[in-house]
């Protein structure tokens, strides 16, 4: 039996414990700062909030590029001979990433890819499904699963609040950045990926104490997320009192698994310090 090997992109907040785990490989996105190219996962990412309060200069990110995957690719074949590669990618509406795994394809037999719609933890979500299910079926042929993850993709939801409009605005992932006007009276967007695309949905006012607690009731009462698992995510500087209040909240909704996923360098450079996020998938 042919192993079946799951891959994934930076972007999607994996934390390494779980990577390792379930040996889901894991290519670095690219975070450009201060005239350098750093590999995402490589820079500390109080690294990119120094140097905003240094320069007030926000570091640009870029995508995987198509060499990169070749020699990812080819590492994983070297690794684990004979193997089936499943690719589960970033969203290719906020990145170029996804095309260039199209572009290093070409090359290789017995790879899959699959565009996740998705980012930080709505795609890990999508990941950590896939990686159920290999286990749960271990023989399962490469088409059934792709077919699998493939449905699950609408189900992905993710919802978060940045910590910092100035970063966000930077990035310009955002489609209707002209939404986030109301910076000036205090008000907090509430970011979602629908379609695949990054769009802002809601605006909530005051300290990110009360916003995140109104961005996990929002998403509860709006989602019928599966009990089985939810995924937290914050950006550094996050309130630990923050942490523990969303926590108690989920909990006495109905979930017992959450897994908190710390923002990399590539998606901090967009969302900013103190940032939160809640992602899962709908039943």
């Known amino acids: 039996m042919r192993r079946i090997i799951l891959s994934t992109e930076s972007g999607a907040d994996l934390p390494e414990d779980l990577a390792e785990k379930h040996a889901v490989q894991v290519v670095p996105m690219h975070v450009i700062m201060d005239g350098k190219d750093y590999l995402d996962g490589s820079l500390?990412?109080?690294?990119?909030?120094?140097?905003?309060?240094?320069?007030?200069?926000?570091?640009?990110?870029?995508?995987?590029?198509?060499?990169?995957?070749?020699?990812?690719?080819t590492k994983i074949k070297a690794d684990y001979p004979g193997c089936i590669i499943i690719h589960i990618g970033y969203t290719s509406k906020a990145s170029a990433s996804f095309?260039?795994?199209?572009?290093?394809?070409?090359?290789?037999?017995?790879?899959?890819?699959?565009?996740?719609?998705?980012?930080?933890?709505?795609?890990?979500?999508?990941?950590?499904?896939?990686?159920?299910?290999?286990?749960?079926?271990?023989?399962?042929?490469?088409?059934?699963?792709?077919?699998?993850?493939k449905a699950i993709i609408p189900k992905s939801r993710l919802a978060?609040?940045?910590?910092?409009?100035?970063?966000?605005?930077a990035g310009g992932r955002v489609s209707n950045v002209a939404y986030l006007g109301g910076a000036l009276l205090k008000l907090k967007p509430?970011?979602?990926?629908?379609?695949?695309?990054?769009?802002?949905?809601?605006?909530?006012?005051?300290?990110?104490?009360?916003?995140a607690e109104k961005l996990l009731?929002?998403?509860?009462?709006?989602?019928?997320?599966d009990r089985e698992q939810l995924y937290f995510q914050y950006s550094i500087g996050l309130d630990e009192s923050i942490k523990l209040r969303v926590e108690e909240i989920a909990k006495e909704n109905g979930f017992n698994n959450i897994k908190w996923m710390q923002a990399g360098a590539m998606i901090s450079t967009h969302a900013g310090p103190g940032g939160f996020g809640v992602a899962g998938l709908e039943v």
């Open 44 to 73: 500390p990412v109080q690294d990119i909030y120094d140097y905003y309060d240094r320069t007030k200069k926000i570091p640009s990110t870029t995508a995987t590029n198509a060499h990169e995957y070749q020699d990812f690719f």
């Open 99 to 149: 095309q260039s795994a199209v572009i290093a394809s070409e090359d290789f037999e017995d790879l899959y890819l699959i565009d996740a719609l998705n980012v930080t933890g709505g795609l890990a979500a999508i990941v950590m499904h896939a990686v159920t299910l290999l286990e749960n079926e271990p023989t399962i042929e490469p088409d059934p699963l792709v077919e699998k993850i």
């Open 160 to 169: 978060f609040v940045p910590g910092s409009l100035e970063f966000l605005r």
């Open 190 to 211: 509430r970011i979602e990926l629908i379609d695949g695309k990054l769009v802002s949905t809601k605006k909530y006012r005051g300290k990110m104490s009360s916003v």
């Open 217 to 225: 009731q929002d998403y509860l009462n709006q989602f019928d997320i």
